[in-house]
């Protein structure tokens, strides 16, 4: 039997993260967390994990538990917190939050605080592009859901992919489901130096190749 318990392993992992972060809102399917979590975990490479667009935490924590899990370092929240521009009063994804506070981050504290990963979560409450340029470490695993336009994509993905190095992860969100991410990802995973390696529901993952092994 140890082999049908080894097997069932990640299925109980999946539903066990699925029923714990199922309370906090967001843009994420279980699926698409779980891979974060597992990248986090047994991703390859050193360095950080940063996150573009964190919202209310959901996928900030996937990912600070899959690092959590193997003892790895600290994930770093990217987001302005006044929700993009799909997300403000009257928009078809306005959110009550921003109607009424103005802001995602006490929610998104909160959720961090109740799943104690208030050590493991650095915010930096800020536009991308400037927390870019206030950047300076290497970065293993990169996750990209801010603004989803094609210009806010291609952006964020060339202010912020110097800092990826070899073997490193670039992960985008809503691509096939949000036109401007998906021109974007299709131009980008063309490109000889990435590699797509991992696609789960709307998540595209590519990574940076060794300095002349592009195929
Ligand atoms: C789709 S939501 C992120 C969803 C989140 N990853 C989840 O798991 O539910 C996009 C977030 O990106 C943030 N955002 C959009 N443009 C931004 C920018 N230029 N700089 C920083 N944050 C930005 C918004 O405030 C919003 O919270």
Redesign the pocket.
């Given at each position: 039997m140890e082999a049908v318990t080894q097997l069932l392993k990640p299925a109980t992992d999946y539903w066990l993260l699925t029923d714990r972060f199922k309370d906090i809102?967001?843009?994420?399917e279980p699926i698409e967390g779980y891979a974060l979590h597992t990248m986090a975990a047994f991703g390859p490479g050193k360095g950080e994990i940063v996150?573009?667009?964190?919202?209310?935490?959901?996928?900030?924590c996937y990912l600070a538990s899959g690092s959590a899990r193997n003892g790895r370092g600290g994930v770093y929240a990217?987001?302005?917190?006044?929700?993009?521009k799909e997300?403000q009063v009257g928009e078809q994804g306005e959110q009550t939050a921003i109607a009424t506070d103005g802001s995602?981050l006490k929610i998104f504290l909160q959720n961090i605080a109740t799943h104690r990963f208030d050590e493991k979560v650095k915010p930096i409450v800020?536009?991308?592009?400037k927390a870019a340029s206030e950047w300076s470490k290497s970065i293993r695993l990169l996750f990209i859901?801010?603004?989803?336009s094609y210009e806010?994509t291609r952006k964020d993905f060339l202010d912020w992919s110097p800092f990826v190095p070899e073997s490193g992860l670039i992960a985008f969100?809503d691509v096939t489901t949000w036109d401007g991410v998906t021109q974007f990802y299709n131009e980008i995973s063309q490109l000889d130096e990435w590699k797509e390696v991992l696609a789960v529901g709307t998540i595209r993952v590519i990574q940076r190749l060794p300095h002349g092994e592009s195929e």
């Open positions: 809102e967001g843009f994420l996150e573009i667009g964190s919202l209310y935490g959901r996928s900030t990217i987001d302005t917190f006044k929700g993009s997300h995602t800020n536009e991308s592009s859901d801010g603004d989803h806010g969100h």
